[in-house]
């Protein structure tokens, strides 16, 4: 899956998105990796961590990473993902 082909399919994901805590982006406790992955990939809806749902998907792990990193305002994380990230699930920061 590419990062682009990611995007569409987070921005379709048939749930509704928060920001908990103040930073974390999840719907539920599920984060925006795990959630696609969830959608997308028939029998994949007990997935609940980044790393699993990113290799089901298809995504490097370095990018699944990245994403996961951005949906959680980690340390170091890229602004430009969570931009994207945040776009693709309707929410803004002060959400």
Request: net charge positive; aromatic share 6%.
């Amino acid at each position: 899956m590419t990062l682009d082909e990611f995007f569409k399919a987070l921005a379709a994901v048939p749930h509704r998105w928060k920001i908990r805590y103040g930073r974390l982006i999840r719907t539920a406790d599920i984060c925006p990796v795990a959630a696609v992955c969830n959608t997308k990939i028939p029998g994949a809806s007990e997935v609940d961590d980044w790393e699993s749902a990113g290799a089901k998907l298809g995504l490097e792990a370095d990018l699944a990473e990245k994403l996961q990193s951005a949906a959680d305002a980690s340390p170091r994380y890229s602004k430009r993902l969570r931009a994207k990230l945040l776009a693709a699930c309707k929410l803004t920061e002060t959400a």
